[in-house]
């Protein structure tokens, strides 16, 4: 039997059908055409499918479509805008703190989640709240510097 659900993406309304047991992650992939949401591990450990839920950060691959039942989420796919990349993505591009991209979804959706949260975060606060999202392609460091300069260009700072 399938469950109707009604939520809001990325601030608009949307409704579909699902088994109940369909992760959110697969709605998002294979019902809402949202691509950007990656599996990585399917267990909730790499990040990459990383998505805000009301507001709080979490792996979409581990709640099911379900449970979003009137509830608000944030992908990827919501951070830039027509116009313009977030300074989060610019920076990512500008450092080459990117290169397979299967985890950069996750990581630019946890370091937005945490620069509302911080503006004005230290290396190590950074290095600490991406450490759920794993990157088998890049060191960190471009990544975390990525992060400082977006916070920094952010504050209206010189990055």
Do not use: W
Not at 30 to 45: H, M, P, Q, V
Not at 49 to 54: G, I, Q, Y
């Amino acid at each position: 039997m399938k469950v109707h659900v009604q939520t809001e993406v990325n601030g608009e309304a949307v409704e579909f059908l699902c088994d109940p047991t369909t992760t959110l992650l697969e709605v998002l992939r294979d019902n809402l055409g949202l691509r950007g949401s990656k599996e990585g591990c399917g267990t909730g450990d790499c990040g990459a499918c990383s998505v805000e839920l009301d507001g709080a950060l979490a792996c979409s691959c581990l709640i099911l479509a379900a449970e979003t039942q009137g509830r608000s989420v944030a992908t990827i796919e919501g951070v830039a805008t027509p116009e313009a990349l977030h300074p989060l993505q610019s920076h990512l591009l500008k450092s080459a703190g990117l290169q397979c991209g299967v985890c950069t979804p996750g990581i630019v959706v946890a370091a937005k989640h945490l620069l509302e949260q911080d503006p004005n975060p230290t290396e190590e606060a950074v290095r600490y709240f991406l450490a759920g999202n794993l990157c088998r392609c890049t060191g960190y460091d471009k990544i975390i510097r990525a992060v400082l300069d977006a916070a920094a260009e952010m504050r209206g700072e010189a990055a």
